[in-house]
């Protein structure tokens, strides 16, 4: 193509950009996290001492 008696190329692109599935994402993390939460956790919290009979 001429415009203005230039002569100019148009470049092709390279790749389409890659697009990423955001359903796809989440359903993956969420995955990951409800295999976590299946294994039971180590108890952090500290027990409460027993009350003591009044004689």
């Known amino acids: 193509m001429k415009v203005a008696g230039e002569e100019f190329v148009v470049q092709e692109e390279d790749e389409p950009a890659k697009v990423v599935d955001l359903m ?3 359903h993956k993390s969420l995955d990951t ?3 976590a939460k299946k294994t039971p956790a180590k108890s952090t919290a500290r027990k409460t001492a027993k009350k003591r009979k009044r004689a």
């Open 24 to 26: 796809a994402a989440l």
């Open 33 to 35: 996290v409800s295999e």
